[in-house]
């Protein structure tokens, strides 16, 4: 069981930055990829971006170029480097861990970017 605790998401004017932060703890060995996920109001969540255990990175069209994937295995901590925030980004963003399926979540975290 790994648990993951999500944290740094607030309010920002679009334009502007946030940093998430993922603490993982527990069987955290035989993870294959972290990744964030987020979910807006009336819609489906959806993959933002992930990491593997090699470090290869993948996102989301939508985030390209504005979002930086990035992890301290000492510390054992996922990050989310949010820059030129849209009025879109806005959701509950999610940590997840994946072994053999995306099994483990966070409780999620607040994301709200005003225009």
């Known amino acids: 069981q790994v648990q993951l605790v999500e944290s740094g998401g607030g309010l920002v004017q679009a334009g502007g930055s946030l940093r998430l932060s993922c603490a993982a703890s527990?069987?955290?060995?035989?993870?294959?990829?972290m990744g964030w996920y987020r979910q807006a109001p009336g819609k489906q969540r959806e993959l933002v971006a992930v990491?593997?255990?090699?470090?290869?990175?993948n996102y989301a069209d939508s985030v390209k170029g504005r979002f930086t994937i990035s992890r301290d295995n000492a510390k054992n901590t996922l990050y989310l480097q949010m820059n030129s925030l849209k009025p879109e980004d806005t959701a509950v963003y999610y940590c997840?861990?994946?072994?053999?399926?995306?099994?483990?979540w966070g409780q999620g975290t607040q994301v709200t970017v005003s225009s």
């Open positions: 997840a861990a994946k072994k053999l399926v995306w099994g483990s």
């Open positions: 527990g069987s955290t060995f035989s993870i294959n990829a």
């Open positions: 990491i593997t255990s090699a470090g290869s990175t």
